[in-house]
Nanobody, 125 residues
Framework: QVQLVESGGGLVQAGGSLRLSCAAS????????MGWFRQAPGKERDFVAA????????TYADSVKGRFTISRDNAKNTVYLQMNNMKPDDTAVYYC??????????????????WGQGTQVTVSS
């Protein structure tokens, strides 16, 4: 049974930084593409960043390019999201997701097989 557990969320001032982690278990992690999504109150779940199994292909939403960095450590079964120069619009619940895939990591919610429970990120102005 695949389990994804996010951590690292919290309250930060605009311009600040946070690092999210997603620890995976119950899967052969290095065979999975991983993604980060976020959902603000009353809005749909949106793509943030994705990384393929080998970290050779990385994709970002335009809204976070140059500010967020996704990475993974296959030895630790963990994917990270480093968030810098944060803005109030980044406030949301952040979710990590996994899909068994060797190609590019998808950017669409429906293509992911497993999800974490989410971690709240709040950016104050």
């Amino acid at each position: 049974q695949v389990q994804l557990v996010e951590s690292g969320g919290g309250l930060v001032q605009a311009g600040g930084s946070l690092r999210l982690s997603c620890a995976a278990s119950g899967l052969f992690f290095s065979r999975y593409a991983m993604g980060w999504f976020r959902q603000a109150p009353g809005k749909e779940r949106d793509f943030v960043a994705a990384i393929n199994w080998s970290a050779s292909t990385i994709t970002y939403a335009d809204s976070v390019k140059g500010r967020f960095t996704i990475s993974r450590d296959n030895a630790k079964n963990t994917v990270y999201l480093q968030m810098n120069n944060m803005k109030p619009d980044d406030t949301a619940v952040y979710y990590c997701a996994a899909v068994l895939r060797y190609g590019s990591a998808p950017v669409v919610v429906d293509e992911y097989q497993s999800w974490g429970q989410g971690t709240q990120v709040t950016v104050s102005s």
